[in-house]
């Protein structure tokens, strides 16, 4: 059974920082390309950012420049790296695989930013 597991979210002042990590069981982590989504209440799901199996990234526009996204497939993880946080930046994030999902949804990791 696939499993996708968030960590890392907060709270952090506008401005700060903040490394999200997903660990992925029960799947071929480094032969899926994987991306990390955010959802507002009342929103839908975006897309944030996403990495190949070969590591090519891509970003949303609202993220690009701040947002990093890595991935190690030795521990079957996908890493964003935050930085320069926005209030917009509220939301729960997630991962999955990408740009189609593929396994169901883990818990989220809810990220506050505060003006």
């Known amino acids: 059974q696939v499993q996708l597991v968030e960590s890392g979210g907060g709270l952090v002042q506008a401005g700060g920082s903040l490394r999200l990590s997903c660990t992925a069981s029960?799947?071929?982590?480094?032969?899926?390309?994987m991306g990390w989504y955010r959802q507002v209440p009342g929103k839908q799901r975006e897309s944030v950012a996403g990495i190949t199996g070969g590591g090519a990234t891509h970003y949303a526009v609202s993220v690009k420049g701040r947002f990093t996204i890595s991935r190690d497939n030795a521990k079957n993880t996908v890493y964003l790296q935050m930085n320069s946080l926005k209030p917009e930046d509220t939301a729960v994030y997630y991962c999955?695989?990408?740009?189609?999902?593929?396994?169901?949804w883990g818990q989220g990791t809810q990220v506050t930013v505060s003006s």
């Open positions: 999955n695989t990408w740009p189609t999902i593929r396994v169901d």
């Open positions: 029960g799947m071929m982590f480094r032969a899926n390309d």
